[in-house]
């Protein structure tokens, strides 16, 4: 179980850099850039929902943290099930 929980760990910790990554990118980068692209398609049928919900705030799009709460939360649920096995 142990090898389970840590690679539910390095996945969740490897999103939520992704995450961080791709919010950072679309500030310096151009929206046609390869690499910008790449993590859109992985990434904006994620933060879309999340959007309907929580409109852009003062200018500001809180999406990309809900999304990274979410995946925290769940990652927490599920080591918490595999540890209680």
Do not use: C, N, W
Request: net charge positive; proline share 8%.
């Amino acid at each position: 179980m142990g090898l389970i929980i840590a690679i539910i760990e390095t996945i969740v910790t490897v999103f939520t850099l992704t995450v961080i990554a791709y919010t950072f990118l679309r500030f310096f980068l151009d929206p046609f850039h390869p690499i910008l692209k790449a993590l859109s398609q992985v990434l904006e049928p994620l933060l879309a929902p999340i959007r309907v919900r929580v409109p852009p705030m003062g200018g500001f799009d809180f999406s990309p943290l809900m999304l990274i709460i979410g995946i925290q939360i769940l990652g927490m649920i599920l080591t918490a099930l595999l540890r209680s096995f």
